[in-house]
C-alpha cells in the first residue's frame, strides 16, 4: 500500500518503501499494530469456528498420550497466554492468569468459550489501535505467574505480540489435529 507522507514530514524522518517511495515511519509502524491485530484475530476467529457443533464429549476428549489436552483446555489455554502476551506484556495492559486452571478447563458447551474469544479479539484490536508505536521496543520483564514455563526473561514489547501471534498459531494447529481425533473417537 502506498502512503502520502503526512504533512509536516522531513524528508529525513521518512523510510523507503518496495516502489522507493517514501513513506513516514509512524504510518508503517501502524500497520504493523494492524497486522497484529489482524493475524491474532483471525487465529481467533479460527479456533472460535472450531470449536462450533462439537458435543460435550468431544470438546473435552483428550488424547491417550498421557499428556495431551483437550480442545476445550487447547482454547482455554491460547485465551489465557494471549490475553497475558498481546494485552498484558504487549500493551501494557494489567492482566492476571491461572496457568494451570487453562490446562484443566473443560466444559459442557462450546458456546461461553467462543464468546470469551471474540471478545478477547474485539479487546486486543482495541489495546492494539491505542498502543503508541514508540511503545513497541519498550522493554519489559514479565512477572513469574504470568510468564509461564521457565524463567522469565525481559522482552521488547513487539517481541511479546509476535510471540503471542506464534504461540496462538502453534495452539490452531494443535487442536485442530485434536478435533480431527476427537470427532473419530469420542
Known amino acids: 500500500m502506498l502512503v ?3 504533512p509536516g514530514c522531513l524528508p529525513s524522518e521518512a523510510a523507503l518503501n518496495v516502489q522507493g517511495r ?5 504510518i508503517e509502524t501502524r500497520a504493523e499494530l494492524e497486522t497484529y491485530a489482524r ?5 481467533l476467529d479460527q479456533i472460535g469456528a472450531a470449536l462450533n457443533g462439537l458435543t460435550a464429549a468431544q470438546l473435552n476428549w483428550r488424547p491417550s498420550t498421557g499428556a495431551a489436552n483437550s ?5 482455554s489455554h491460547v485465551a489465557g497466554s494471549t490475553r497475558v502476551y498481546a ?8 492482566v ?7 490446562f484443566a478447563a473443560s466444559g459442557a458447551d462450546a458456546g461461553t468459550l467462543v464468546a470469551a ?3 478477547l479479539s474485539r479487546e486486543t484490536t482495541a489495546a492494539l489501535a491505542t498502543l503508541a508505536p514508540s511503545e513497541l ?3 519489559v520483564l514479565p512477572p513469574q505467574e504470568l510468564w509461564g514455563t521457565g524463567q522469565p526473561h525481559e522482552i521488547s514489547r513487539r517481541d511479546a505480540l509476535v510471540e503471542s501471534v506464534r504461540h496462538a498459531a502453534l495452539h490452531l494447529g494443535e487442536l485442530r489435529l485434536t478435533r480431527d481425533l476427537a470427532v473419530r473417537s469420542a
Open 4 to 6: 502520502e507522507e503526512p
Open 22 to 26: 517514501t513513506t513516514h515511519p509512524l
Open 39 to 43: 493475524e491474532l484475530g483471525w487465529i
Open 71 to 75: 480442545i476445550y483446555a487447547i482454547a
Open 87 to 94: 494485552l498484558g506484556f504487549g500493551c501494557g495492559r494489567q
Open 96 to 102: 492476571q492468569r491461572d496457568r494451570p486452571a487453562e
Open 117 to 119: 474469544l471474540q471478545q
Open 137 to 139: 521496543d519498550r522493554r
